[in-house]
């Protein structure tokens, strides 16, 4: 690639096809990339501070969900100190990367990006292990990680360009996008790679420097994400490598005087106390940082009487149960017309039974494992509450004694205030309700704390249109799942408790991670002549 690259010489930004599997080359690169991936288990990774790999008193045993006595690997847990250190490093390099070009910086992530392509199925094959998500699952992932570099390292380039402003007579104005800071990013497990990814790359593109705390659930695949982006030339201390426990270094990190910006994807409560812990100065501190977060979802999915039942079952069983449930997108509640309510839930049942668990290294399981033993206590817990407010349809108990796995579950005949309807359970429970009509499922739809995703289905284009202007949700789905938002056709962010409404993927997501700069130019009469003469 050459030194610098200009913005017409890119090809137009297209989203990386998914695999489905169903070319045995990539089956057998697949199960070869399981195998390699599998006899790397044990690994040490330690944390990295400006470039250097340091040893930590404490280490944080990534685990496989489906086997939890295999070990994917062992992360650093970095002290106080060394959190407080990386801080400061990422602080001192910010000086340095801030002027580097965002030519050069785009040309890094790009580089990345292909890097990754050719280690796709290892990505997958940790994504396996580590998170517990299924072929076609890690497959989604790494392709959206990818998109993430392609998309923001154009989007870099574009916010580096003109920007129009109002012509004023006798003034040559300009309006520049310049970087914030040290940013404290804290990625989730359940897109344990695309999420990490694009919330590093878009504030690395947008020249700041990063502090990267992974999950504690899956720091191997962020570790070996760093060794990708240090293989495609970035410099040491612009991504410094932090695992973790959030009470020792979590909480630390967002305060510290230095941190400019958070970006954080979790639960509610999390997000909730990082925004609160940000909002308080600290003394040194110059700035009111900036917090994005993405954060929780109970998604609906709304079954109109006009719908075509069969397309609405479907995308109902694959959005609640893809990945075990386990997306701040997937839908945890159908609210389904009386007239169509029996029919639907007999059609549900039907398709549900059809789902296969197990481990996810077997390509023939669409649901793997929850992510832990907590997760599982948790959604059992939620599961016996749900049996007491509604109907145990399918479903309901664990699935063997090794590893967290679960039946997918459906209780149907579910008030719409209760817990099970209202509270984010993050597992393969789907809570079925019924509407007497379309204004009532609309009036259910828009009941929670959240607002996330949410779908319709319906033939009627005016309850379409009245979906449109009425269901308070940031990614609005019509006659389609509310599960897999693609990086730029759906820029994904939700309103009220879901989160800050960043919208990942967007034109606007690197606005997030700049601020704006006006210069204005008095120009005087020499230089209008010479501008006539062409000097």
Not at 118 to 129: G, I, N, P, S
Not at 209 to 219: G, M, Q
Not at 323 to 343: M, P, T, W
Not at 490 to 505: L, R, V
Request: proline share 5%.
């Amino acid at each position: 690639m050459a030194a610098t690259i200009e913005r017409a010489r890119i090809a137009e930004f297209k989203n990386e096809p998914i695999k489905t599997f169903t070319d045995p080359a990539d089956v057998a690169a697949m199960e070869d990339a399981l195998e390699r991936v599998r006899r790397s288990f044990g690994t040490k990774y330690p944390i990295v501070i400006d470039g250097e790999r340091l040893e930590t008193e404490k280490w944080i045993s990534s685990r496989n969900p489906a086997r939890p006595e295999d070990v994917v690997g062992l992360a650093g847990s970095a002290s106080l100190d060394q959190a407080n250190r990386a801080i400061e490093v990422a602080s001192q390099r910010f000086e340095t990367w801030k002027n580097v070009a965002p030519q050069t910086r785009a040309e890094i992530v790009l580089k990345a990006a292909e890097l990754v392509r050719q280690r796709r199925f290892e990505f997958d094959a940790y994504l396996v292990y580590e998170v517990g998500k299924s072929w076609p699952e890690a497959d989604g992932d790494t392709a959206e990680a990818i998109d993430f570099m392609e998309f923001y390292a154009r989007e870099a380039l574009r916010y580096d360009g003109p920007h129009p402003v109002v012509p004023l007579e006798g003034e040559k104005n300009e309006l520049r996008y310049i970087p914030l800071g040290v940013g404290v990013v804290i990625p989730p497990w359940n897109f344990a790679f695309a999420i990490m990814c694009g919330t590093t790359v878009a504030a690395l593109l947008a020249g700041n420097t990063v502090v990267l705390k992974p999950s504690s659930d899956s720091p191997v695949i962020a570790a070996k994400f760093l060794e990708l982006l240090e293989e495609a030339g970035l410099p040491k201390g612009v991504v410094n490598f932090l695992p973790g426990s959030g009470g020792t270094i979590g909480d630390p990190i967002v305060a510290h005087a230095l941190t400019r910006f958070v970006s954080f994807t979790g639960s509610k409560e999390v997000g909730l106390h990082i925004n609160e812990l940000a909002a308080k100065t600290q003394p040194g501190q110059k700035w009111i940082k900036r917090v994005v977060a993405e954060m929780g979802g109970k998604d609906s999915i709304v079954v109109a009487a006009d719908a075509r039942l069969d397309e609405a079952v479907e995308a109902v069983a694959t959005a609640a149960f893809g990945f075990q449930g386990q997306k701040c997108s997937a839908c945890s509640r159908a609210i389904v017309d009386e007239r169509v309510y029996d029919e639907f839930l007999e059609r549900l049942k039907t398709r549900v039974a059809k789902i296969t668990v197990g481990d996810p290294a077997d390509r023939a399981n669409f649901m793997g494992p929850v992510i832990n033993e907590a997760a599982l206590k948790s959604i059992v817990e939620y599961i016996e509450i749900g049996k007491r407010e509604g109907r145990l349809i399918c479903g309901g108990a664990r699935r063997g004694q090794s590893g967290y796995f679960l039946e997918p579950t459906v209780i149907a005949d579910v008030a719409p205030d209760a817990r099970i309807a209202q509270e984010e359970i993050f597992g393969p429970v789907l809570a079925v309700i019924k509407a007497k009509d379309y204004d009532h499922a609309l009036a259910i739809a828009n009941n929670t704390e959240f607002g996330l995703t949410g779908s319709v289905f319906s033939t009627d284009e005016k309850k379409l249109e009245r979906a449109r202007n009425e269901f308070f949700v940031g990614n609005l789905y019509l006659n389609r799942k509310c599960t897999g938002a693609m990086v730029g056709a759906h820029p994904f962010g939700g309103f009220n408790m879901s989160g800050t409404d960043s919208k990942a993927g967007s034109r606007d997501y690197l606005l997030l991670f700049l601020q704006a700069k006006t210069i204005a130019r008095k120009t005087s009469a020499h230089d209008a002549a010479e501008r006539a003469e062409g000097f």
